[in-house]
Each structure stands twice: as structure tokens, then as C-alpha cells.
């Protein structure tokens, strides 16, 4: 079983706009600290931050330092982008420890991964189950993360009532239509949520 105590779970990403303007992307820590110092050069900004797997509003407490910021990202997210010193022992609310039986060189293929071997096999999990989705169960799900940002974003945009038509129809040339007079920063991550990009690239897989 693994042994080392330090734990890093899978990165989460998420964009943040003020306004149309998209004003940062990558992880809730990089994020989170960049909104930090936008704030004290546009004090009268206001952010609003979306995460990339689901498309639902986040909220980020950015009071104290980045040290501070960073531990209470670590507890509010706890699959977030932090890495855990927990000792090994009671697991964290929501984990269960069981016990794996692998080959050695199974073994040593997982310690070569980002993370440890408890990230890799996470991963690896969450891959099966994504691949196990039939393509309208994806479809469905890549639907309701890129109208969650939609309707916050863009709910006061023209043809918004048309473009989410489109948009569940899977109507990917009627909906580009429909929001090409819309903010490029908005339109292009909802897009990327919608895992279709400007290129017309393919909706299956996911984006992510």
C-alpha cells in the first residue's frame, strides 16, 4: 500500500470574469490569487468565477494572505488543487481506505505519477466511469455545465432564449450564430463547456 503521507488531489479549474472580460483561468489557487490582485487595482470589479468541470458559480473567501487563502481553498475544496499533509490514518470525510493488491510493477508505475498512486488510481477511476457514459448521457451533461454558466453569464445577452434552444438541440451551427455578437471572452468559454471550440472542433470527448 502506498506510504507516503503527502496526498495531492486532482487539480481544479475554473475562470473568472469581470464582466465580459475574462480576467483569469487555471486552478482555484492561481485564480483566487489573481482576482486577489485584480481586486486592488479595480476596486470596483466585479468578479464572478465559474468552475470548468460543472459550469457552476464558486465563491472565494480572499481575505488574508496567500498563505491563508491557500488552507482554506485546501478545506473548502478538499478535491481542490492543495496538497494534504494528513498522516496516514482516519481518512478524510468522503474517502474510504481499503486495501489494493497490485503487481510490482503496477506499483512502480503508480509512483511515477503526478500525485502518488491514490491520485493516479482516482484519475483512472473517474476516466472508466466518463468512458462508461453513453454519448447522449455526455451530451446531456456538457448541456447543463455550458447553460449553468450561460444562463449566469449571458441571461440579458440577445437571443439568449434562441442560443439555449440551440444549445440543447445540439445545434452547434445554429447556436455559434446565435452568440457571434456576443462577448469573445463569454463566447469562446462557453464553448469550451459546451467542449466544441471556435475551429468547430469535435463535442465528443468531453472538453476536459
Known sequence: MENNPKKTSTVRCCAAFDGAARIAQGSY?????????????????????FDDETGAQIDFDLSGSGAEISER?????????????????????????????????????????PGGASAALRRLVEEALRAGLSDKELMRKLNERAYRFMSAMAGNYPRFEDASRALFANDAVNL?????????????????????????AARLPSAH
Not at 494528513?86 to 503496477?106: I, N
Open 176 to 200: 455559434k450564430r446565435l452568440i457571434s455578437e456576443w462577448p469573445a471572452d463569454v463566447r469562446e468559454y462557453l464553448l469550451k463547456l459546451w467542449a466544441l471550440d471556435e475551429n468547430n
Open 29 to 49: 489557487l492561481d485564480v483566487a490569487l489573481r482576482i486577489k490582485d485584480y481586486g486592488r487595482r479595480n476596486t470596483t470589479a466585479s468578479v464572478l468565477v
Open 73 to 113: 481553498l485546501r478545506k473548502q475544496f478538499p478535491s481542490g488543487p492543495q496538497e494534504s499533509t494528513r498522516s496516514p490514518g482516519r481518512p478524510k470525510l468522503g474517502v474510504e481506505a481499503r486495501e489494493v493488491t497490485l503487481l510490482p510493477r503496477h506499483w512502480e508505475w503508480l509512483a511515477e505519477q
